[in-house]
């Protein structure tokens, strides 16, 4: 059984940086992709950023330029560095393998 487990959620302000991580029960290098979605308050979840085995990567267009995702595959967790936060940034954050097991998610809040 796949499991994941996301970290690193909390409250902060607009402008400031987060990293969440993502820790498998599996060997990450055995999935081709590690993705971050996110559900803001009321609405549908999003994709945020995805990381291939190859090391390539792609990010929404509203985190370009901010967000990075990243992997240690020798501790098997992927990572969401995530700088100058917004207030819309504002949601519950899930990691995936390959867009089939998923975590429970963190909660990321943005103040104003």
């Known amino acids: 059984q796949v499991q994941l487990v996301e970290s690193g959620g909390g409250l902060v302000q607009a402008g400031g940086s987060l990293r969440l991580s993502c820790t498998a029960s599996?060997?990450?290098?055995?999935?081709?992709?590690m993705g971050w979605y996110r559900q803001p308050p009321g609405k549908q979840r999003e994709f945020v950023a995805v990381i291939r085995s190859s090391g390539s990567t792609d990010y929404a267009d509203f985190v370009k330029g901010r967000f990075t995702i990243s992997r240690d595959n020798a501790k098997n967790t992927g990572y969401l560095e995530m700088n100058s936060l917004k207030p819309e940034d504002t949601a519950v954050y899930y990691c995936?393998?390959?867009?089939?097991?998923w975590g429970k998610g963190t909660l990321v809040t943005v103040s104003s």
């Open positions: 599996v060997s990450i290098s055995s999935y081709y992709t």
């Open positions: 995936n393998l390959v867009n089939t097991y």
